[in-house]
């Protein structure tokens, strides 16, 4: 059979390693595929560049549009990246009967509700592995392996980034600026790492699993989202000092009255495998009611490692190239009939268990008075632990776990502390979580 072809808009990292792995594994991918595998065309606005990664049999344009045109090209492969020309070409794709496959994780977790419904009506197949967790399988793990499963909750340390930064400042005892610092020297971080530190890029992949774990619509703009700047190297001191790891997560939970979607720090027992995942890995937890808990690990990041997820997309769109759409696995992964209403929940609506940390005067009455506090609230105390004030200081940290509670009890609950007059500085909160 004449191998399947396909176009790839962008060769950076994730191109390059893509049409390398597509080369080097070519016998084995078309065993499994049942035909061949080609990119024929490329589009990248640095044509040379390009020419030279792909060789003289391949064409390469500089206008992204010629591909979606060319009527040979069954499948387009979108690298570009963020929302803008990327969207547009998605649709166009889609538009003129393409199949997609993306890495685009920004694009589909604010615009994927548009995205999949132009796939549906035109019969075509939005792939999108590639988009969490670089080389984990997470997305075929979350719609076809776990199928059988109410899904509990998913937890994922799902930026590779914040990941080492977080490694480095616990190994190291440093603050978040050096690290990031040194982080941005290494090439572990962008020039601009905003997307990767203030939680974004996560919670574009929560997002993402959010929808195939519950048939919900991809709804990034209900998720919280927090990330790492504020971290100070005592918290993650204090937190080992407790038997816990300080980690970004990215958290989708089915509640009683709707789903919780956020990316926050988060205290997790150092015993827990995941909270031994360290550098630029990532790791992803999903419990569901029948197979308990389950755990994929793997590189977040990089050119094959991404590469793997976008040809086990091109795979699976050769193999149900020829079905009825309607046989095909659902975008996300529910009917898109079938998708649930269910509301992502708001903060205040959360429940979960806390670290914080007070900066108070060192004078009798002040533990007692916030206990106090946290009492009249109903929120239980897990434990508590107090520094010795430093020689000469008359202040010090006063550090209390709590047992669940709703956020917008604890948020009251805080505010009430913070205004005693012997809290000295903001209080610092830090979810937990025990992934039990
Ligand atoms: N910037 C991401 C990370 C990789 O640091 O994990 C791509 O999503």
Known sequence: MKPIQVGLLGIGTVGSGTFNVLKRNQEEITRRAGRGI???????????????????GVQVVNDARAVIANPDIDIVIELIGGYGIAKALVLEAIAAGKHVVTANKALLAVHG??????????????????????????????REGLTANQIQWVAGIINGTTNFILSEMRDKGLDFDVVLKEAQRLGYAEADPTFDIEGVDAAHKATLMSAIAYGIPVQ?????????????????????????RI??????KRAAKGIELRVHPTLVPAKRLIANVEGAMNAVMVQGDAVGTTLYYGKGAGSEPTASAVIADLVDITRLHTADPQNRVPHLAFQPGALSDLPVLPMSEVVTSYYLRLRVADQAGVLATVTGILGQAGISIDAVLQREAAEGENQTDVIILTHGTREGSMDAAIAQMQALPTVLAPITRIRKEELA
């Open 38 to 56: 080609e990119i024929t065309m490329v589009a990248d606005l640095d044509v040379a560049r390009a020419q030279a990664v792909v060789g003289a």
């Open 113 to 142: 509700t548009e995205i999949f419904a132009a796939a549906q009506a035109k019969g075509v197949m939005v792939a999108f592995e590639a988009a969490v967790a670089g080389g984990i399988p997470i997305i075929k793990a979350l």
């Open 220 to 244: 990034f703009d209900k998720a919280y989202v927090e990330g790492i700047t504020q971290l100070g190297a005592a918290d993650i001191k204090y937190a080992e000092q407790l038997g816990y």
């Open 247 to 252: 980690k970004l997560l990215g958290i989708a």
